[in-house]
Nanobody, 124 residues
Framework: QVQLVESGGGLVQAGGSLRLSCAAS????????MAWFRQAPGKEREIVAA????????YYTDSVKGRFTISRDNAKNMVYLQVNSLKPEDTAVYYC?????????????????WGQGTQVTVSS
């Protein structure tokens, strides 16, 4: 079992920045993929970014490339999502997720572990 707890969300004006954090505990290991998803009201949950727990491979959805950065601190069992140049369309609940193995997938159902989510609201 892996437990995930997100923090760092909030209300920010367009163009602002936030750093989302995900604390992982339990049976974490080097062969995990960590990801950030988001879900806006009335929309499906979508992947934002992902990173392998070992190595440097990352993934970003097109709409956030150049604005968001995913990173990890293995020693602290933390995963971060730095979100810059925020837009009102970035407003959503952001979830941290984990899956075993090395494959980075965009489908939410392929991730076994989820946090409770943190709200990001961007005002125009």
């Amino acid at each position: 079992q892996v437990q995930l707890v997100e923090s760092g969300g909030g209300l920010v004006q367009a163009g602002g920045s936030l750093r989302l954090s995900c604390a992982a505990s339990g049976r974490t290991s080097s062969d995990y993929v960590m990801a950030w998803f988001r879900q806006a009201p009335g929309k499906e949950r979508e992947i934002v970014a992902a990173i392998r727990w070992s190595g440097s491979t990352t993934y970003y959805t097109d709409s956030v490339k150049g604005r968001f950065t995913i990173s990890r601190d293995n020693a602290k069992n933390m995963v971060y999502l730095q979100v810059n140049s925020l837009k009102p369309e970035d407003t959503a609940v952001y979830y941290c997720a984990a899956r075993g193995g090395f494959g980075i997938y965009t489908t939410p159902s392929l991730y076994a572990y989820w946090g409770q989510g943190t709200q990001v609201t961007v005002s125009s």
